[in-house]
């Protein structure tokens, strides 16, 4: 059980993708339950552990709530205001490999503000800390350990791997903890193994088995490719057919993320008569795709998160898919506000631009293609679509 202490700390740094100008954010000092001497958040040994705390906590910041209190219950604290750090009792440590500062939004709002932190336990061994900010969403999320008899504390930098030899374990099962009460609080999830039936060839997340595709428009279709002007790490072609139409467009960039190579593809699909009808814009996080009229103007888009990323929950309030009308103008969304890839807000024409409305599974439209009026239907309307299935007990 963690204890409490109402006693704050402020400190300021400039951390990562938290900095921003000072007069848009509040610099709070993370506390800890134990007296640690070394901080590991730039330390090398420590990048497995602080990789997976990254991956749990941007995950966490899709969620609402209510998303906290359905999994981990009433929290045990709860502090009012602008970012202030709880600090827990009986032997609790937080993650080594957080910073000791996080930046969080600092500005306040007319209106109600709904900042406060809260402190929840995930399990008898491990607990998060939430900041919420003004508008009551979270804008960070911080880890603590149960400190048992194999603790090792921070008293030196000859004790760094075995503080991350004890950390690794204990993480992995607060990890595995977050997965089970998920699963026991939602009832469906996207069905993987079906989705992977269709998102192969053109419809592929994976960049090169979109380019494959394209460059079987040759032989597959007796089409001629040119290869266009090129720049360093970019590869351009276009194919043509019957009387010199162009049928299709691609290119290949190829780049680092993350001190990683990476690549997109970019592709332009054409009718026979050279009117373009498709395209697809890839990226290394999600791959935008669209469907258009003869006139130019969309009859659909969807954002399709990219596997070879490694990343499934990214960032808040994603665009799964659009439908438009004759002149272009949207008249549904239906977005992902939580990480999982499953549509839980919608909007409609007629509504207030930022106005969503909580939306079911059953009435969802990517879900459930059948669902979908006629003029904003697209050729291959059964394949693109969301499978879910209940998740199992």
């Known amino acids: ?6 006693r704050l700390v402020f400190a300021f740094a400039w951390i990562g993708s938290f900095a921003v100008s000072l007069s848009a954010q509040h610099m709070v000092g993370l506390k800890n339950g134990v007296a640690d001497a070394v901080a590991l958040s730039s330390e090398p040994r420590g990048a497995e552990v602080r990789s997976k705390a990254d991956t749990l906590r941007l995950r966490m910041l899709n969620w609402k709530e209510q998303d906290f209190r359905s999994l981990f219950g009433v929290p045990l604290f709860r502090a009012d205001g602008q970012g202030k750090s709880i600090q827990p009792g009986d032997g609790f440590a937080r993650l080594s490999t957080e910073y000791e500062v996080a930046a969080l939004p600092g500005l306040r709002t007319n209106g109600v503000a709904k900042d406060h932190t809260d402190l929840y336990e995930v399990s008898s061994s491990a607990g998060v800390e939430v900041f919420f900010g003004i508008t009551g969403t979270p804008v960070y999320v911080s880890f603590f350990l149960k400190v048992d008899a194999d603790f090792v504390l921070l008293r030196d930098n000859s004790v760094i791997d075995a503080r991350l030899a004890w950390e690794r374990p204990r993480f992995d099962a607060l990890y595995r903890e977050v997965d089970t009460l998920w699963r026991r609080n939602v009832i469906w999830e996207v069905d993987r193994d079906e989705q992977r039936k269709y998102l192969t060839g053109l419809n592929s997340t994976g960049p090169d088995e979109v380019w494959q595709a394209v460059k079987e428009f040759e032989s597959r279709l007796g089409y001629h490719a040119t290869t266009m002007p090129e720049t360093v790490g970019v590869t351009s072609l276009r194919w043509y057919g019957v009387n010199n139409t162009i049928q299709a467009e691609a290119t290949l960039r190829e780049f680092e993320s993350r001190g990683k190579p990476a690549k997109n593809v970019d592709v332009r699909i054409h009718r026979p008569d050279g009117v373009e009808i498709r395209e697809t814009v890839g990226s290394n996080v999600y791959n935008f795709i669209g469907w258009l009229r003869p006139d130019g103007t969309y009859i659909r888009s969807e954002s399709i ?53 909580r939306l079911s599974v059953d009435k969802s439209w990517i879900v459930n293609s059948e669902l979908i009026p006629d003029p904003y239907r697209v050729p291959d309307q059964n394949l693109r679509r969301i499978p879910i299935r209940r998740i199992p007990e």
């Open 1 to 6: 059980m963690f204890g409490y202490c109402g």
């Open 305 to 357: 998160p990219n596997w070879n990323s490694g990343i499934f929950q990214y960032g808040n309030n994603l665009e799964l898919c659009s439908w438009y009308d004759a002149r272009g103008k949207a008249v549904r969304r239906e977005i992902d506000t939580n990480g999982d890839n499953l549509p839980d807000m919608y909007w409609e024409a007629g509504m207030a631009e930022e106005s969503f409305i």
